[in-house]
Nanobody, 122 residues
Framework: QVQLVESGGGLVQAGGSLRLSCAASGRSFSTYVMGWFRQAPGKEREFVTSVSWSPGSTVYAPSVKGRFTISRDNAKNTVYLQMNSLKPEDTAVYYC???????????????WGQGTQVTVSS
């Protein structure tokens, strides 16, 4: 069982940066693939990025590649999402999630956080 709690969301101007954190509880954190998803009003939840248990193995959605960076600290049971050069279209609720294997599918993730709002003003 893994419990996830996101933090770090907020309001930022276009071109700005935010860093999201996801604190996990559970002894098996380091064995899970950790991912970030987002959901904008009226849209489906979409994959943003993931990082495997082996640091350095990451996947990014084309829309965020080069602007967002995912990282994890297994000693702190925490995964981070550094978001730079933010755009108004990045506005969404951002969710942290845990999966047994690398996947970009919502259905592949077993555990989810409650989400944190990110709003980018133009």
């Amino acid at each position: 069982q893994v419990q996830l709690v996101e933090s770090g969301g907020g309001l930022v101007q276009a071109g700005g940066s935010l860093r999201l954190s996801c604190a996990a509880s559970g002894r098996s954190f380091s064995t899970y693939v950790m991912g970030w998803f987002r959901q904008a009003p009226g849209k489906e939840r979409e994959f943003v990025t993931s990082v495997s248990w082996s640091p350095g193995s990451t996947v990014y959605a084309p829309s965020v590649k080069g602007r967002f960076t995912i990282s994890r600290d297994n000693a702190k049971n925490t995964v981070y999402l550094q978001m730079n050069s933010l755009k108004p279209e990045d506005t969404a609720v951002y969710y942290c999630a845990a999966a047994r294997a690398t996947t970009t599918s919502v259905n592949g993730y077993d555990y989810w956080g409650q989400g944190t709002q990110v709003t980018v003003s133009s």
